[in-house]
């Protein structure tokens, strides 16, 4: 039968063992948070870097064609400064389906021009609006991520407290007391200890304990509850 000053300081190491779960628990969720919110940052740097992308590509595009243009009308001029100079119809008409070939070819580049300026315009200003949204996003996360590291730090000076606690009432237990503690701590978890609750039932598992047991509990013993196997204790 334990002792009721023995009782109290394992309730007190119950306790802090409690404690440590919340803490370590809490510390964990954290630690959860904190990597959902670092791979939503690199998601939005990686869409924002795409859309980037995508407008620089259509700039490397339009360059192309611009060179493409300027190519034809040198080619237009070549042919026009030739055509002065053959004396051959057969090369005449070479020269001007050469030339005709050029302006076609400048129609169509200038209508791809057109549409990819356009395009150009329409998602550079897709992405003025988006950046406001980004870099609203990218604020808030770097908030919630400063507000998650203090809270770390309070979890884990916390932490290392309790956990010094916990140690100290350890060492003021009966080692042979201690043993059969943690092991059914290992067996039910956490509480291990539990008063009588109303009705007379377990207040681990909720059973109503047999008559006999309950006049023990209530004259002070600590008994082990047939059902689930924790200490119980009535507590005045």
Known sequence: MLEKGLLKVLLKL???????????????????????????????????????????????QIKQIKEEISRCKEGIKRAESRLNMVRKAQDYKALLREKAKYEDSIIKLSQDLKNLETEKKERESAYAKEKKVFERRYREIKEELEYITLEQENISKKLKEVKGQEQRLRESIP??????YEKLKDHVGLPVIVSVVSFGACGGCGMTLPATLYSKVVSGQIINCPNCGRWVYYET
């Open 175 to 180: 080692s042979q007391v201690l043993m059969e």
């Open 14 to 60: 119950q306790d802090t063992q409690m404690s440590i779960e919340r803490l370590e628990k809490a510390q964990k969720k954290l630690k959860e948070e904190e990597s959902r919110l670092r791979r939503e940052f690199s998601k939005l740097e990686e869409e924002e870097a795409q859309t980037l992308l995508v407008i620089k590509n259509i700039e490397s």
